[in-house]
């Protein structure tokens, strides 16, 4: 007795296959139903229809070649939706990763010198001498030290002292055998000419959550005007750490006129910090306070309403750049930095390069002011390689890093929006720039505790900015 073939039953195949396309149609649709405009969805979703229209009409038609081509066209389709859906998720996640943040992390290490016997917590006895910065954000200190007294079983009283230098000296005298160390203060010692970080090690860390205040009563962000601020701090690691706010950038969006407007402001300007008693400081050390005092300080010194801040740190710089394989900047001059050299003209750079290129000042005619369009050269670099074709080499590594690199009060709602937004018009956007300018002293920091270079605020520059964000936000 013959055995029977097994009858390939191509049209059940097919049937199974677009039921499993519309599946997967549908949850692309679903995902991209807060970010695409209705009437481009509604377009989309009639694309989807008439494809599952077209590969059933090819399957039910009694030739075996058609039937086995719409077999291997609904294949293709299957694995390209479900490919997109892969993407889709990953870009879904990344932002909203990015978008709501709402913590601040402060950080504190137990420093000690390398040459110290103590190499872990347990090695630090009840009557070692302990010493504390009082510069910079205290409120947390007395919880460091707390915490402190909890893991070595003893009540612990530092040493309290208002200068950087004293602290070094006294660590690497013996005058203290451990330093709590707010590290958010830590590339204050550099700057002073002090190399903490060579001579001394870290046997432990805290770290303590603070909430931010900051909020945005923006209604319709595709309608109202906003500003953003743009903080990058000058620390490696997680970019909810507070460090001092090294690059500073007022953005302000019309979106009804299509405009952009960024203020670039100096790390160094001279301003009112509401987190000091509104004390006279340099804008860089709001940032040891948290975005909340940044964003409070820079508002009050423009008198404007910061709907929103973002962030990035030094690791940013570096994983975003080299996710992006490289960026190409056009630099003004030709100079050196640390082991990079620069030319003059276009330039390739990966991570480090680019991170050494914006932090630059020294080796500059301007300063600071010469720092600040690099760092616009920067931006500029990184945009124009994250918009252009090449990105699709990298987008899921890409994605991945910024997801972890980028910070923002913005809610995920509200990226949505404007991604809708852009994709309805998808008309260009005009950007301006403009840099407040001042004029160098030397005067009192209180987040120093000594006297420090500072920037003394042009006041025509000043009102310039402010008429120019005044204008840009009431613009129709």
């Keep these: 007795m013959k055995k029977k073939r097994f009858k390939f039953d191509l049209n059940m195949v097919n049937i199974v296959l677009l039921v ?11 995902q991209l139903f807060t970010k695409l405009p209705l009437e481009l969805l509604l377009v989309i979703i009639l694309v989807f229809l008439l494809i599952c229209v077209l590969l059933r009409l090819l399957a039910i038609r009694k030739n075996p070649t058609v039937k086995k081509t719409a077999v291997v066209l609904t294949l293709i389709m299957l694995v390209i939706f479900n490919f997109g859906n892969y993407y889709v998720l990953r870009t879904n996640m990344a932002l909203g990763t990015i978008g709501g943040a709402n913590v601040d992390i402060i950080e504190y290490s137990l420093v000690v010198k390398n ?5 872990t917590v347990e090695d630090i006895a009840s009557d070692s001498k302990f010493e504390i910065l009082e510069l910079g954000d205290t409120e947390f200190n007395q919880d460091a030290v707390n915490k402190v007294g909890e893991e070595i079983g003893a009540t612990v009283d530092p040493l309290k002292t208002a200068s950087f230098e004293k602290a070094y000296n006294n660590l690497m005298d013996g005058e203290s055998d451990v330093l709590i160390l707010n590290e958010g203060l830590r590339p204050m010692f550099s700057e002073n000419d002090l190399d903490l970080d060579n001579n001394t090690r870290v046997i432990t860390k805290y770290q303590f959550e603070r909430e931010r205040n900051t909020t945005s009563d923006i209604t319709d962000i595709t309608k109202e005007s906003f500003i953003v601020y743009i903080s990058g701090i000058d620390i490696y690691g997680s970019i ?3 460090s001092r706010s090294d690059v500073n950038k007022l953005m302000a969006v019309n979106p009804n006129t299509k405009e952009i407007l960024l203020i670039d402001i100096p790390r160094d300007y001279y301003i009112e910090q509401t987190c000091q008693g509104n004390q006279l400081d340099k804008l860089t050390h709001t940032g040891i306070f948290g975005v909340d005092c940044t964003v409070d ?5 423009f008198d404007i309403d910061i709907n929103y801040y973002a962030r990035v740190n030094f690791s940013s710089l570096i994983n975003i750049v080299d996710a992006l394989g490289g960026i190409e900047v056009n630099s003004e001059y030709a100079f050196c930095s640390g082991q990079y050299c620069y030319d003059k003209g276009i330039n390739y750079l990966n991570g480090d390069e680019a991170l050494m290129f914006s932090r630059e000042r020294y080796s500059l005619p301007n300063g600071d002011n010469d720092r600040i369009k690099n760092q616009t050269r920067v931006l500029e670099g990184i945009i124009k390689k994250a918009t252009s074709p090449a990105i699709l080499t990298n987008y899921l590594s890409f994605m991945d890093v910024l997801s972890k690199s980028v910070e923002t009060n913005m809610s995920s709602s509200d990226i949505d929006k404007l991604i809708q937004m852009q994709l309805k018009d998808m008309s260009g956007w005009k950007i301006s720039s403009y840099s407040v300018t001042g004029t160098g002293a030397t005067e009192y920091s209180p987040a120093n505790g000594f006297n420090s270079y500072v920037m003394w605020p042009n006041d025509t520059s000043v009102a310039e900015a402010r008429s120019m964000l005044t204008e840009m936000m009431f613009k129709k």
């Design 240 to 242: 909810s750490l507070v």
């Design 297 to 301: 300080s820079v508002g009050n010194f």
């Design 115 to 119: 040459d110290s016997p103590i190499q």
């Design 20 to 30: 499993l396309l519309l599946i997967s149609m549908i949850a692309f649709g679903a």
